[in-house]
């Protein structure tokens, strides 16, 4: 059994885990289904609005896309949970994500 089936193994017990989630998501994007991942990342985000590393990289799934404006969007969001959150660390990284797309 590979990663990804485990994962939606254990998801069958506990779909809206956030973290299982966000790793299968992960290990959507190593298999080359960003399209799966990217519909993973939004399912997560609309759930549980706080997971703040799904920003980054549904943010990074725009960005390769070619969607940067909507890549700025999830950015500045995330930037703005992590902020609340006092997620300095998350905060810096989704910042320097959007302003090297913002220059």
Do not use: T, W
Not at 70 to 99: D, F, P, S, T
């Amino acid at each position: 059994m590979n990663r990804i089936e485990k994962l939606e193994e254990l998801l069958r017990e506990n779909g809206d885990d956030a973290f299982l989630n966000h790793a299968l998501a992960l290990e959507y994007i190593k298999a080359g289904d960003e399209e799966k991942a990217a519909v993973l990342f939004k399912a997560i985000l609309e759930r549980d609005p706080d997971y703040v590393g799904s920003y980054y990289h549904l943010g990074k799934l725009l960005e390769r896309g070619g969607d940067e404006a909507g890549a700025i969007a999830v950015y500045k969001k995330g930037m703005e949970i992590a902020q609340k959150l006092g997620a300095q660390h998350a905060y810096n990284e989704l910042r320097a994500a959007c302003e090297y797309l913002e220059f």
